[in-house]
Nanobody, 117 residues
Framework: QVQLVESGGGLVQPGGSLRLSCEAS????????MGWYRQTPGTERELVAV???????KYADSVQGRFIISRDNAKNTVYLQMNSLKPEDTAVYYC???????????WGQGTQVTVSS
């Protein structure tokens, strides 16, 4: 089992920045992917950014160039620096962990990000 604890999020004005953090604990696989997804009411959860062990990253087109995902493997923690935020970035953001050998998704509790003036 793996537990994910998220922090960050909140209310920010358009053009502002926020940083999300997610720490994983438990049975952490040596090869895994951690990242962030987001969801708004009535829509499917969508990928925002993910970070594979081996330093490979992937971003949604909508956040490329504005968001930066990083990772501290020693702390099993992944970060999402969100810059130049737009109202359409408003969503609940979920941390995700997936071991690559036996892919099972683990999710954090979700944190609300609201971009509004």
């Amino acid at each position: 089992q793996v537990q994910l604890v998220e922090s960050g999020g909140g209310l920010v004005q358009p053009g502002g920045s926020l940083r999300l953090s997610c720490e994983a604990s438990g049975n952490i696989a040596s090869r895994n992917v951690m990242g962030w997804y987001r969801q708004t009411p009535g829509t499917e959860r969508e990928l925002v950014a993910v970070y594979f062990t081996g330093a490979v990253t992937k971003y949604a087109d909508s956040v490329q160039g504005r968001f930066i995902i990083s990772r501290d493997n020693a702390k099993n923690t992944v970060y999402l620096q969100m810059n130049s935020l737009k109202p359409e970035d408003t969503a609940v953001y979920y941390c995700n962990y997936r071991p690559l050998r036996n892919p099972v998704d683990y999710w954090g509790q979700g944190t609300q990000v609201t971009v509004s003036s």
